[in-house]
């Protein structure tokens, strides 16, 4: 299936779902959304999917004017019930979404001969996550103190990355000093509920790696690989004997006993060395070939800048706990939609430079100096239309599958490419980063 008609059918079962009689009963808090009010359950979700970055009085007249055909008496409602009733509703139907578009993606996806043979990648990293300067974030999840020592709260969060089809597979929110490792674990338990076809394989940076996790792993049947430190006993007994693949039996207590392979990565004069973890003992898996499936880590960064960056995870449009784990959940749902777009406009962008390619070599213009450059579709432009669109067309407003071939062919076009510029690096300059968003630093004291 393409990918428009892959979205088409995701956005089709979300409307089922979200139309379903007893989706009030399954993703409710408490006794809200029993009565009939003018504010339903099926507003409220469209409500936050409409995601306005306005105040909330004008983002309510938006919606009102956008919705008032389906919607009835919706728009006379105050600040107030929204505010009450989105209380009322849980970040789990948001999850729910999220596993629902990645599982049909993944039954409708056909295997790519191209991708990686023999495994599912996945990448597992956590991140600092800037929270609304007020009391309830503060005690839900914790704060940081910076060099004055004032207090700033903050939220830990985690994703679990398909770094083979790049999308988001499970998101986690807690509190700032939470364990990556639980968090880790966490994710094990969601990838349990993914329909893969490969061996799943999950690259970790350093602070990863216990023992703990590593059993845990393996009792779900999970291949991985850790970057870990130099000060590792089995590390430095490799350094001492010269050797740069080695096997280890990993034993600290008679609880958890794992057996290790150890490898150690040259990656030249600047680079230095680094030190892997793993239970890919197939000896056909070299020392070249764990350079390359670290590497492939890195799209899981590119992630981060891209939600945090484009998308603006940490703008977030309420400020109890619940509000701000709806809008985790929803920039993920969105940026998993704005990935499979991106899909089949990227492999026509790309088909459109090879030709171009061969056009300049047939011409020996290559031989002048001149160099084919390469594209790629603009996030932004991904994200603006399936985020505009994506509300509207569960509201049963516009057609489905027009809709998704529309934002396609408006990807197509030449001014929605954004050029290729491999090797490109930037210096971190800001040791010490502003709170970006104004109500993420607004004080709550005197």
Sequence with gaps: MKAKEIIALIIMLIKDELESPDIADRFRIGKGFTRDRKLTFKAMVLFLLFKGKKALTSTMADFRDAFSDCLGSTGHITKQAVSKARK???????????????????????????????????????????????????????????????????????????????????????????????????????????????????????????????????????????????????????????????????????????????????????????????????????????????????????????????????????????????????????SNLASILRMEADDYINARCLEKAAELEASKDTASGRKVIMYRSKICRSLERIMKRFPVMLAGLHDIEICCADIIAFLFLRENWSEIQPGRQYERVIKQPNRKYHYNKKSIFG
Excluded at 138 to 148: A, N, T, V, Y
Excluded at 160 to 181: A, C, H, N
Excluded at 241 to 270: A, C, W
């Design 88 to 334: 009322n509703l849980s970040p789990d139907i948001f999850r729910f979404f999220l596993r629902l578009c990645v599982n049909t993606f993944l039954d409708a996806k056909p295997e790519d001969s191209a991708l990686e043979e023999k495994f599912h990648i996945f990448a597992i990293d956590g991140t600092d996550i800037q929270m609304p300067q007020r009391t309830q974030a503060l005690e839900k999840f914790s704060f940081h103190k910076d060099r004055k020592g004032y207090p700033f709260a903050m939220g830990k969060g985690s994703i679990l990355y398909s770094v083979t089809y790049k999308l988001i597979i499970d998101f986690q929110l807690q509190k700032y000093k939470f364990s990556e490792r639980s968090l880790a674990m966490e994710h094990v338990k969601a990838l349990s509920q993914v329909p893969f076809t490969k061996q799943p394989l999950i690259i970790m940076d350093r602070g990863y790696f216990s023992k703990e996790l590593c059993a845990f792993m393996e009792e779900h049947g999970i291949k991985y690989i850790f970057r870990v430190k130099k000060n590792m006993l089995e590390v430095q007994k490799m350094i001492k004997s010269g050797s740069m693949d080695r096997v280890f039996p990993y034993k600290r207590n008679e609880k958890y006993h794992v057996t290790v392979r150890v490898i150690r990565l040259d990656l030249g004069d600047q680079a230095g060395e680094e030190y892997l973890v793993t239970n890919l003992f197939d000896s056909s898996i070299g020392l070249k070939e764990f350079k390359k499936l670290y590497f492939l880590r890195w799209p899981v960064e590119l992630k981060y800048r891209e939600i945090k960056g484009i998308e603006c995870l940490e703008d977030f449009s309420g400020y109890t706990p619940e509000a701000i784990e709806q809008d985790c959940l929803i920039t993920c749902l969105y």
